[in-house]
């Protein structure tokens, strides 16, 4: 089947019925539910792009030449690095970089597992046929993905089989001739329920000893699979207008717990089956991690533009581009930006073929953007708020504007230095949205948080760095000081 439209993704979801729960209540229709219904138009968009810009977005399936998402290639050179990243950011442009969950996230995963699948053989042969398999099924039927990796927050202190009630988080309850009942809750699925699948793999961070066997588990199924349940966070979507709430009207991407009451897993779906020295070692291994973190920087400095665009046009709507510290903040904007596109050329340009042969970017230059961004997000949506203050909150709605008595009134006060009051604070709407309304805050916990804690990914990032060259660079440079005294 060739790549989706809007439409079929649409349709897909209507007729797959997963089951959704928010505030207490089960969603009869996705499609149709306020909470959702806005970002699965943004999603319908994406897909719908692919065929407005077809030599961008499609390619030609090896297997069976119908035109597939680009964003699902496996490149064999750098060109295709390049192809396959430009793909990902026209995908990004759509919402300034605000869909973290524009499939291409996952795509990048399934392709590098589907691909680097030797690992999973170490559990089954068949495991590792599963996972190529499942690479030309999600690519030839575009199939939408959500993932789940993280076990609920109970005890952090303990191992999963210490916990007090061990049973809590996802785990393995039989093994059968035709395959795996599981049971058991997992964190966090970002556009849970809304996708056509979801991937169960180990967190990207945390390793886990023989003894949580039993939760080391990688599998896909559908969303709609029986006993499976989204159990979704309130919406950040309030039902406003894309004027009044320019990026959560539209963008609101959701994240559900996900329950798993006694869900059967068919074999051909299982990666891996209770064995945590695989689970430790897929991301790395498969190289999943390689690709999915060049998607994130791909996406990232489209995010970094839009911040930038954002900044810069504040700064000209109340003629404060000429104070210095206000050019010293858009200059941190600049040089997050600079820096993000420098880590990504070194990324692609010390690109190497793996043991599949499939082109893959240099790590260490996306790892330090990926330990980096998380870290100076935060910072730029401080910067928009220092840059902005009240004017973030004096930001009165459309129906203001269009309200005979204090529509007037407003125009006229809320101007700018060359904007009028209803473009001014539509500016100042967005720049309020991205940063401050609910939409915004989670925008900044999601960059810090998604890939993995930050902190601990830093740990093993220092951990891993080489830290010997450094060393014996200091200590040749001692030893060559002498203690004697330079003579005048
Ligand atoms: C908006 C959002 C969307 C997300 N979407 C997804 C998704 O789609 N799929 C998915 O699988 N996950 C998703 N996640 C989850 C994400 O992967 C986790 O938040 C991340 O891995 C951190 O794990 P945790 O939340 O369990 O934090 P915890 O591990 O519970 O950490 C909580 C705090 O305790 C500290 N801490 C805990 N243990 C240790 C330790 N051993 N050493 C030092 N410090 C420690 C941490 O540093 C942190 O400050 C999402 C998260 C967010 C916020």
Not at 390 to 401: K, N, Q, R, V, W
């Amino acid at each position: 089947m060739p790549a989706k439209t809007g439409k079929q993704y649409i349709e897909g979801l209507k007729k797959a019925n997963n089951n959704v729960y928010i505030q207490g209540e089960r969603v009869d229709d996705v499609t149709e539910h306020p909470a959702f219904k806005n970002v699965i138009k943004s999603m319908a968009n994406l897909y719908d792009l692919q065929y407005e810009k077809p030599e961008k977005m499609l390619y030609t399936s090896p297997t069976t030449g119908d035109k597939v998402g680009m964003t699902f290639l496996q490149p064999r050179s750098v060109e295709d690095l390049i192809k396959r990243r430009e793909a990902m950011q026209e995908w990004a442009r759509t919402s300034g970089g605000m869909m973290g969950r524009s499939p291409d996230y996952l795509n990048a995963e399934v392709m590098a597992m589907g691909v680097n699948n030797s690992l999973f053989a170490e559990g089954d042969p068949r495991f590792a046929e599963n996972a190529r398999n499942y690479y030309e099924y999600a690519r030839e039927n575009d199939i939408s993905l959500t993932h789940t990796l993280i076990h609920p927050q109970v005890n952090r202190a303990k191992a999963q089989h210490q916990q007090k009630d061990a049973n809590v988080a996802l785990h393995l309850v039989e093994e059968r001739p035709d395959g795996i009942i599981v049971d058991g809750i997992r964190l966090l699925a970002t556009q849970g329920g809304i996708t056509d699948e979801i991937l169960v793999f180990p967190s990207t961070v945390k390793k886990a000893g023989e003894l949580d066997d039993p939760y080391s588990l990688a599998f896909a199924i559908p969303n709609n699979t029986p006993g499976l349940k989204f159990i979704s966070r309130e919406s950040f979507d309030y039902g406003k207008n894309d004027w009044d709430h320019p990026l959560g009207s539209r963008f609101e991407e959701g994240d559900a717990i996900v329950s798993f009451e006694n869900v059967f897993v068919p074999w051909e779906r299982v990666f891996v089956c209770g064995n945590s020295s695989v689970c430790n070692r897929t991301f790395k291994e498969t190289n999943a991690v390689v690709h999915m973190a060049h998607q994130v920087l791909a996406k990232n400095i489209v995010k970094t533009e839009f911040v930038l665009g954002v900044a810069l046009s504040m700064m000209d709507a109340i003629g404060i581009d000429g104070f210095q510290h206000v050019q010293d903040k858009g200059a941190e904007i600049m040089l997050t930006l600079e820096t993000m596109k420098s880590h990504l050329y070194r990324a692609e340009h010390n690109a190497k073929l793996d043991k599949s042969g499939t082109m893959t970017p240099d790590f260490a230059a996306l790892d330090a953007a990926r330990n980096w961004y998380p870290r100076i997000y935060p910072r730029l949506s401080e910067i928009i708020r220092i840059l902005g203050a009240s004017g973030l909150m004096g930001i009165p709605t459309e129906a203001d504007f269009n309200h005979d008595e204090i529509g007037p009134i407003i125009h006229r006060g809320l101007q700018g230095k060359n904007l009028e009051g209803y473009e001014r604070v539509q500016l100042f709407r967005l720049a309020w949205d991205m940063t401050l309304s609910a939409f915004g805050s989670r925008q900044t916990h999601y960059e810090y948080y998604f890939f993995g804690d930050p902190i601990r990914m830093g740990m093993t990032y220092f951990d891993n760095y080489d830290k010997e060259p450094y060393k014996n660079y200091i200590q040749d440079f001692l030893k060559k000081s002498t203690g004697v005294k330079a003579s005048n």
